[in-house]
């Protein structure tokens, strides 16, 4: 017997609200800087040091701050998006 596979589809996820992307984004590139100022991604001797490496530590810096984000992160992008959701309120 041939199961129905519209069934079995995942139901769509509802869009997601542009200051909540916006508040997450601003968190993702605070958590960056952060591990910057850590030393992540700082060059480990002589030989591997350049101007080609640090570009490409920032590349690795702001993909990790983003999945750090997307595991929950540190509850900023939440509080972003209360104190500029809040703002939009009283404007509107």
Do not use: T
Request: aromatic share 6%; no cysteine.
């Amino acid at each position: 017997m041939l199961s129905d596979p519209i069934a079995k589809m995942p139901l769509p996820l509802p869009p997601k609200d542009p200051l909540r992307v916006k508040a997450a984004e601003l968190e993702a590139a605070f958590l960056s800087e952060m591990l910057a100022h850590a030393g992540l991604g700082e060059a480990e001797s002589g030989f591997s040091s350049g101007i080609g490496e640090q570009q490409f530590a920032s590349f690795l810096r702001q993909e990790q701050a983003e999945a750090m984000v997307r595991a929950g992160g540190i509850g900023l992008a939440e509080s972003l998006f209360q104190a500029m959701s809040g703002g939009a309120d009283v404007k509107g």
